[in-house]
């Protein structure tokens, strides 16, 4: 089957885990391109066009943006109602050139060689091909540009002090975000994703985030703790078999009892790839 057959057969299979709940975007409108993207920042420059797939709402786009103006900066993503937040982070910072529209990245709807920069942050662990996803992004950047992707790896996770209820947390995550056709263990497997789908030129690398302040840890725990009950992968766990009301009740408190440890220090470990075409 031919990549053009491949695309026109494409769409996504898996469901979101995480969905748009406050506790959800509590976290996303926390990412910026320094602390998010900061392996991709030496290959911008004004007046590049990027695409920012995923961009959920919209912070990584506008930083993006207001580094490559007065570049063409488009932000896509699959949920219709969370790029509302991403078109008012942009006109809060006053940004002309940014455009957001609802897009599936197995079939992007642009034409070949339309980016000089395609960019995807926490994006490839939520998909149903990420291969796919990757080949597409690749048909949209123009030769000479990037592709550039960052994903966490949940099964690298790493906490202290212990506590087996948030051992419990992590493999029901995992099973969730799988049972939903995602892999949470995304980060790892980035590079080995880039070769699949033709990239031959990869800088592969990672970086972290590291919570360890009272306000960093209470910050982490907190949203932890109220997505355990309350957002859309609580209602996935429980529906899918994977946990009872109970079972995610504990794990919340868990998460507020570890956010108020004197020691608690928590890593999360990022994948990283450049791509260049």
Known sequence: MTH?????QAHETAVYTHGHHESVL???????????????????????DVLDVGCGPGTITADLAALVAPGRVVGVDAAEDVLDKARATAAE????????????????D????????VHAHQVLQHVGDPVQ?????????????????????????TWYPASPVLDDWQ????????????EPDAGRRLFAWAREAGFTDVTSTATAWCFATPDERAWWSGLWADRTTASS??????????????ELEAISAAWRAWGTEEDAWFMVPHGEILCRV
């Open 4 to 8: 053009a057959a491949e695309r026109s």
């Open 233 to 246: 992968y609580a209602g996935l766990a429980v529906e899918g078999g994977h946990a009872t009301r109970a």
């Open 133 to 157: 996803a990757l080949r597409e992004m690749r048909r949209v950047c123009r030769p000479g540009g990037v592709v550039a992707a960052r994903d966490s790896d949940y099964g690298a996770f």
């Open 26 to 48: 509590r976290s996303h409108t926390w990412r910026t391109a320094a602390n998010s993207a900061a392996y991709l920042l030496d290959a911008l420059r004004p007046g590049l």
């Open 110 to 117: 642009f034409p070949d060689d339309s980016f000089d920069v």
């Open 93 to 108: 910072r006053g940004l002309e050139g940014v455009e957001f529209r609802v897009a599936d990245v197995h079939a992007l």
């Open 171 to 182: 493999d029901l995550y995992r099973r969730v975000a799988r049972a939903n056709g995602g």
